[in-house]
């Protein structure tokens, strides 16, 4: 399993925290989404085999959101 943490922009409401785990949540071969207001951020656990970050990152993207991918 691989873990990705995804800086997001216009994450401010508990609504956005909700809209993105649900749909995160949702997409194949992903384990575990977490969104964080307070920080603004993103982490996902997910299995690369399956899904691939850039597929996470469009799919943050897709959803209003600007994302920059955090180091590990």
Known sequence: MAREIFRVGGLFKHEDKEEIETYI????GVQKVQ???KHK???????PSVVQSEWLAETLASLGHDTTVLED
């Open 35 to 37: 969104a964080d207001l």
């Open 41 to 47: 951020t993103v982490t996902i656990n997910y299995s």
């Open 25 to 28: 949540g949702q997409i194949d």
